[in-house]
Each structure stands twice: as structure tokens, then as C-alpha cells.
């Protein structure tokens, strides 16, 4: 009787041995599963990066992101020096005059470019700008009436891909008269990308209100900002594209987004630039506002974003597939377990391929339906049982409704995946308390 009881003993002894190193195993199958996710990762930023290129190549040949400044009015005046020998010499400076106001309407027309499977927004636009000058306060900057050139006074406005975006040229009607802006004469300000349009002045109309207006055509590609380079700016964008990102230094006092297009309006009190100043010029491009005309391509980011729980969904299907055959008395041998590990790990392929044409929902769907049904149908036919085959492909609907949702709430990720991992090691608990260890 005492050698049968040792022998059960043993018997137990070696059952739970090797239960528990099938546990080890298990674990340690996961983690091995989890290593070719990397590769998956490393496939999406090849993919990511070709879709920047498309995206900068067709930006390159039809223009790229706009940012419009100006027109801003230069006066240049001379003051005497001395050159790097000593010698008396007449310097040349600028003095600049800001506009009072600058109200701006701009309608955005996008169109969609397309190499291979990507696509990237261009869009042509028609601009007007209503321009207010104030008199001039030149006598703010302590420059001697005589010093400065009035004859050579011009407005100057930049648009930072001139090359392309501009098929036409730009006119200025100063006072009611026509002027025509022509590139920036070499060294006349530090503008990047400027233009000129000489007007007529003289110093008894620097005292005068002066008002100016301008319509514009503009080709760009995703953006298009207008620097703040009035005291009181004013600005309206209209367009027929869905998908707006507002951006720049505020965001739009009003706005209107619809399935249809989108309506957006600003005001913006220019407090960071003064409104008169000499010499150096003020790059004015870090204060705009605008639009960004985004393609909602987010899958690759999100299809990463959901690589990054592979670990998470491999070792919860492995545990609820060790507390059935534990649970029921159902073996599965660790080839099964690295079976449906691996079919596991496709579904991020699966769900990347085919993102990149159905976007990332859909793709999650299909991906999602495909790999449940191959793992309840190969657990169901090895447990010869559907019902727990079934009950398998539930818990994988579960989990991957669970994983969709934390994507889905990025805000609010770590508190999601916090509680579902607190409510999985609960349940986990409650049926292992069952098995004796």
C-alpha cells in the first residue's frame, strides 16, 4: 500500500513537472512568435517610406507646400559710414512699414495625384487680398526725412515655391493703378523667394492712407499658409476638400467642416512683429496660419500602432488554449500551439497588404474574420469539438475587437489597455484556481 501511494506521488509529481514545464515552453513560444512582428514593423516603414517619395516626388514636379507673405511696403534710405578701410561712404538701408490691415479670401480647388497604389493632394487656388496702409509712421525710426529714397519705394511679397506654383504673373492695384511684381532685385531685402512691385511715392503722400488690392493664382501641393504680415489679419478659406488639418500658429475662429468641403475664418492681431521697423528684415514665414489638405492615410500608423500588441494577442490566445486543454482534458501538442501562433503573427501582414487599398478598418475586418475562422476551424477539428472550437473563436473576436478599440481611442490607450489586461489576469486567475497544481 505505502509503495502505491509512492508511486501516485511520483506519478503526480511528474505530471505537474511536466505540466508546468509545457508552460515554460508555451511562454517562451510566445516570445519566439513575437520576434517575426519585427519584421512586420520593418516592412511598414518600407512602405511608409515609398509613400513619401511618391508623395515628394509628384510635390516636385507640380510645386510644393505654399506659404504666401506679404505684400509688406520697403522704403530705402542712406546713412553715412565707414567702409572696412575707414573711408566716409553712403550706406543703403531698408526701413519697413507693415500694413494696417490685410483681410484675405482664399478658395483652395484639390485634385488628386496618384503614383502606384499612392495618392497625394495637389490643389490650385484663387486668392484676394484687401490692403490698408496707414500713414506712415517713418518718424517713429529717427531717419532724417532727406535720407530716405521715396522714388524707390516698393512693396514686396514672397511665395515660398515660386518656381513652380506660380504660372502667371502677379499684379497690384496701389491707389487704383495697376503694377506689375517682378523678382527681387539681388540684395534688396533677405526675403527668401520675394517679389517687387515699384509704387509711386513722395514724402507728402508717406501721410496719406493708401489701399491696395490683389488676385492671385497659386498651385501647391497638401498646404497653403499665409504669414501674418499685416497689425490685423483677416483670412477666409473655402474649399471642397473633407479632410482639413488647421494649422499654424491658431486655429480658426470658425470653422465648417462638412462631407462637402470645408469653410474656415481667422483673426489675428500681429503683436509679435513691430509694426515699423529699419534694417534687418523680419522672417515673418513662423507666424503663419492655414490648411493642411491631408489624404487619410493613416493605416500604416495605425497597422504599426497594432504590431505593437502582437505579444499581447499571441500570449492571451496561448493561455486560453492551455486553461481549455487543461480545463477539459483536451491535449494539444506544441506544434498546434505554433501553428495558430503563427497564423496569428500573419494576420499583421494580411492586415498591412490589405490596408494599403481598403484602408485600415476594413482591412482589419477582413484580416480579423480570416485569421479567427482558420484558428477556430484548426482548434475545433483537433479538439473534435466545435463547441470549444467556437467558444476559441470567440475569445480571438474578443481580443481583436479589444486591440481595434485601443487603436481606434488613441487618447486614451494606456488607460483601455490597462483595464483589459487587469480584466484578462482576472479572468485568467478565476479558472486557474480550478486546476491542481
Not at 480579423?368 to 484558428?375: D, Q, S
Request: net charge positive.
Amino acid at each position: 500500500m505505502e509503495s502505491s501511494e509512492v508511486v501516485n506521488k511520483a506519478v503526480s509529481l511528474l505530471d505537474k513537472g511536466k505540466l508546468f514545464l509545457k508552460i515554460v515552453v508555451i511562454f517562451f513560444m510566445a516570445l519566439a512568435l513575437w520576434l517575426p512582428t519585427h519584421l512586420v514593423l520593418d516592412v511598414i516603414r518600407e512602405r511608409k517610406g515609398r509613400q513619401q517619395e511618391a508623395i515628394a516626388d509628384i510635390s516636385n514636379k507640380w510645386a510644393g507646400s505654399q506659404t504666401v507673405t506679404g505684400p509688406i511696403l520697403v522704403i530705402p534710405y542712406q546713412v553715412i559710414g565707414n567702409d572696412e578701410k575707414g573711408n566716409i561712404v553712403s550706406i543703403r538701408k531698408n526701413a519697413y512699414f507693415l500694413p494696417e490691415k490685410n483681410e484675405i479670401t482664399s478658395t483652395i480647388y484639390p485634385e488628386k495625384r496618384k503614383r502606384g497604389i499612392y495618392e497625394v493632394v495637389v490643389y490650385r487656388s484663387e486668392t484676394n487680398m484687401n490692403i490698408k496702409f496707414n500713414p506712415l509712421r517713418w518718424r517713429d525710426l529717427n531717419i532724417p526725412i532727406e535720407s530716405f529714397k521715396w522714388t524707390e519705394a516698393a512693396l514686396v511679397f514672397s511665395v515660398s515655391d515660386n518656381l513652380k506654383g506660380i504660372n502667371e504673373d502677379f499684379y497690384i492695384h496701389w491707389n487704383g493703378q495697376q503694377i506689375v511684381f517682378n523678382p527681387q532685385s539681388p540684395g534688396f531685402t533677405e526675403m527668401t523667394g520675394g517679389f517687387m512691385a515699384l509704387v509711386p511715392f513722395s514724402p507728402g503722400s508717406a501721410d496719406s492712407v493708401h489701399h491696395a488690392q490683389m488676385k492671385f493664382h497659386l498651385n501647391g501641393s497638401s498646404k497653403l499658409l499665409f504669414s501674418m504680415s499685416a497689425r490685423e489679419n483677416k483670412i477666409e478659406m473655402t474649399s471642397s476638400w473633407p479632410n482639413p488639418s488647421f494649422t499654424g500658429i491658431k486655429l480658426p475662429d470658425n470653422r465648417e467642416v462638412r462631407s462637402g468641403g470645408f469653410t474656415a475664418s481667422w483673426k489675428f492681431l500681429n503683436r509679435a512683429v513691430p509694426l515699423v521697423w529699419k534694417d534687418n528684415f523680419y522672417d515673418l514665414s513662423s507666424s503663419a496660419i492655414g490648411t493642411d489638405l491631408l489624404v487619410t492615410v493613416d493605416s500604416y500608423d495605425k497597422t504599426e500602432r497594432s504590431v505593437k500588441y502582437a505579444i499581447l494577442c499571441i500570449m492571451l490566445t496561448f493561455a486560453v488554449f492551455f486553461l481549455v486543454e487543461t480545463i477539459y482534458k483536451r491535449p494539444l501538442h506544441l506544434v498546434h500551439y505554433g501553428l495558430a501562433g503563427l497564423a496569428l503573427v500573419l494576420f499583421y501582414s494580411l492586415l498591412l497588404s490589405i490596408s494599403e487599398y481598403t484602408g485600415y478598418n476594413l482591412a482589419y475586418v477582413i484580416a480579423g474574420v480570416a485569421t479567427i475562422t482558420l484558428v477556430t476551424w484548426f482548434i475545433g477539428s483537433i479538439l473534435r469539438s466545435w463547441r470549444l472550437g467556437f467558444f476559441i473563436g470567440l475569445v480571438l473576436a474578443v481580443v481583436y475587437s479589444y486591440i481595434f478599440t485601443i487603436i481606434q481611442l488613441q487618447d486614451y490607450a494606456l488607460l483601455m489597455g490597462s483595464i483589459g489586461l487587469f480584466i484578462a489576469l482576472a479572468i485568467i486567475m478565476y479558472f486557474t484556481k480550478r486546476l491542481q497544481w
